[in-house]
């Protein structure tokens, strides 16, 4: 709406529109303060990163001591499985009480009394292959465990990945927020100065305190969302709420093709668990029908001391040789239940894989949308930021009101919030699809293991 002014009037107007142009505040220097990246003016030694961030969860986290341990049982296994085709040695002894007998012959052949000390040693000959099989068997279960602790920290990763973005992201949204609670102050003052000289109607100044008292009640949520992200952070690593983070600096691509991201695969953890899980339960096959073939032993006895008829005879020894002949057919069923074992492990790691594969499409197209909105938002943004000048600057003239400042001083504020939301879903949905594609898998379990 054009107005009308009195000669007078118009120099007034004319001497205020000066005041306000060469007023000191600087508009996009206030928001450019607000986009610096979160913390940037803080990093000092204290601060910490995100790969130190990580290597506290691991020391902190149950589920990666879980892990750790089960790790543990499994090789503690593989060793009894090794153990099993050694010779064992086992010192036995007795004391043998009955009654006494006239008879001489009985006296010497089985005396009353008894006394015997022997050392025995046992060395499985053949077992039918199955101490092999299930030798190597032990072994790929124990590397298959190792490889799901991995997945399991792969896991922790992403989940104190997202933790640190947000709270970057919301303490970006905070200076943000204060920037431009700074924008709202000296709006407010100009047209308070404005009113007491009856340039501009109360109105106008209630309107803008207003937005301001609700921009008040987003930083208190906004202050809301940042206490409950530095308090899963403390959940996680055990660090102080008040740990400064450094900003991440990720080079982002999504020019590389999806199937630049597929041909990593099977560096998962979870796919590699699955590979030696399938073969593992291959070995279980081969032990189970090892079961139809004839087992050999050998035992030989050192007497220390014994009694009987055969007490001048200083050790023994026997070669032992059994043949199933039939076993009621249970041997034949646990050969049919391990060539299940096995199928199911095949099918569980095709899944897997697949699985794998739709998760690397999905965020890769997801990357892809992201870093085009971001793009998109970059030129909003940039737009909302020169319509908000060339409207303050109008709004000097007499030619737009104060609810035209208004707004678009609000979108502004939206799309540069709106801007560094999307900027951090991007460094998000990277961490991500090279999480899925196996990419990080080496970079975290070489963190964990300098971290234990």
Do not use: C
């Not at 009955?98 to 012959?105: A, L």
């Not at 319509?387 to 939206?414: A, E, F």
């Amino acid at each position: 709406m054009i107005r009308h002014f009195a000669p007078r009037s118009l120099v007034i107007f004319m001497g205020t529109l000066l005041l306000i142009l060469l007023s000191p505040v600087d508009i996009p220097s206030l928001f450019a303060a607000g986009n610096a990246p979160s913390a940037a003016a803080n990093v000092t030694a204290d601060t910490k990163s995100l790969d130190e961030v990580f290597a506290a969860a691991v020391q902190h986290s149950e589920i990666a001591q879980i892990q750790g341990e089960l790790e543990t049982q499994t090789l503690e296994r593989y060793k009894q499985a090794r153990g099993s085709i050694f010779p064992s040695l086992n010192l036995n002894a007795s004391y043998f009480r009955q009654e006494d007998v006239n008879s001489v012959i009985s006296r010497n052949v089985s005396p009353s009394s008894q006394t015997n000390v022997r050392l025995t040693a046992q060395q499985p000959l053949f077992r039918g292959f199955r101490e092999f099989a299930f030798l190597r068997q032990s072994r790929k279960l124990s590397e298959a465990q190792e490889q799901l602790k991995q997945q399991a920290l792969l896991q922790l990763y992403q989940e104190v990945a997202q933790n640190y973005l947000t709270i970057l992201s919301v303490e970006q949204d905070l200076k943000n927020i204060r920037s431009e609670l700074d924008l709202y102050e000296d709006n407010i003052k100009e047209l308070n100065r404005r009113v007491k000289i009856g340039r501009s109607r109360l109105n106008d100044s209630l309107t803008l305190q207003s937005a301001e008292a609700q921009l008040l009640a987003n930083q208190d949520l906004v202050r809301g969302q940042l206490k409950s992200a530095r308090q899963a952070l403390t959940y996680l690593t055990s660090f102080d709420e008040n740990t400064l983070l450094k900003p991440l600096d990720l080079t982002i691509s999504s020019k590389q093709s999806v199937e630049k991201y597929l041909s990593t695969l099977e560096n998962r953890p979870d796919i590699k668990a699955g590979v030696l899980q399938t073969e593992a339960a291959d070995e279980a096959v081969t032990g189970a029908r090892g079961a139809h073939l004839p087992s050999a032993d050998l035992t030989a006895n050192y007497y220390l001391k014994h009694s009987g008829v055969s007490a001048a005879s200083d050790w023994d020894a026997t070669l032992g040789l059994t043949l199933p002949i039939f076993a009621g057919g249970t041997i034949q069923s646990q050969v049919r239940t391990a060539i299940s074992q096995r199928r199911v492990a095949e099918l569980q790691t095709a899944s897997n894989r697949r699985l794998a594969e739709r998760d690397v499409r999905v965020f890769h197209e997801q990357l892809m949308a992201d870093e085009a909105q971001v793009e998109s938002l970059d030129r909003t943004q940039s737009l909302f930021e020169r319509n908000y000048l060339q409207t303050r600057k109008d709004y000097g003239l007499g030619l737009t009101t104060n609810i035209d400042v208004l707004n678009s001083l609000q979108s502004y504020r939206l799309s540069r919030r709106t801007l560094d939301r999307a900027r951090v879903n991007v460094q998000l949905d990277l961490i991500q699809l090279e999480i899925v594609s196996g990419k990080r898998s080496a970079q975290i379990a070489q963190a964990s293991s300098s971290s234990s």
